[in-house]
């Protein structure tokens, strides 16, 4: 059931003209359709805009999703717009120099656990430890500099769109 929805849902960028489907339950059926659900179904409307997928109950009144006013920028202006993401950028690049300081920090410790367990440098087990505290702060790092990549492509659309071009002096 997950990884069919998983599917459907990463197909859904894919679908120009349809960019909501809806999930028709009875009893335990479960049935995707690009129309509305007959009237025995009870509908889930599954949208998907701005990279956000989101499942809405839709016999129940429908309430305005506060993540996606805030894509579609119609909560807050441009210019504060760009201001959250500089102070999200600059937040994320503390981030990583707070990592590279814990990642130091932890490589002390494994020096230390292994001089005084009087190891060698090439013992298997601390390779071994050593790797496995490099790739976990790697991939904490890699992942905030996905974000930041994001967010700076985010940030300079919202620049071009808002700020006027200066003439060249």
């Not at 120009?16 to 009237?39: E, G, L, M, R, W």
């Not at 717009?81 to 814990?102: A, G, M, P, T």
Request: proline residues 4%; aromatic residues 6%.
């Amino acid at each position: 059931m997950v990884k069919l929805v998983t599917c459907i849902l990463c197909l859904l960028p894919l679908a120009a003209q349809a960019n909501t489907i809806y999930k028709c339950i009875k009893d335990d059926k479960v049935v995707f359709s690009q129309s509305v659900c007959p009237s025995e179904f009870k509908q889930h409307e599954i949208s998907y805009q701005l990279g956000v997928t989101t499942e809405v109950d839709s016999d129940h009144a429908k309430m305005n999703d506060p993540l996606q006013a805030l894509l579609s920028k119609h909560a807050l202006s441009p210019e504060k717009l760009l201001q959250l993401l500089d102070s999200e950028l600059y937040r994320l690049k503390q981030e990583n120099s707070y990592y590279e300081i814990l990642r130091a920090s932890e490589m002390q410790k494994l020096e230390r656990k292994r001089y005084w367990q009087e190891k060698r440098d090439d013992d298997t087990q601390y390779l071994a430890d050593k790797k496995e505290l490099n790739d976990r702060f790697d991939a904490l790092i890699k992942l905030n500099e996905d974000t930041m990549a994001e967010l700076s492509l985010r940030r300079d659309l919202i620049a071009a769109e808002t700020l006027p071009l200066q003439p060249r002096k």
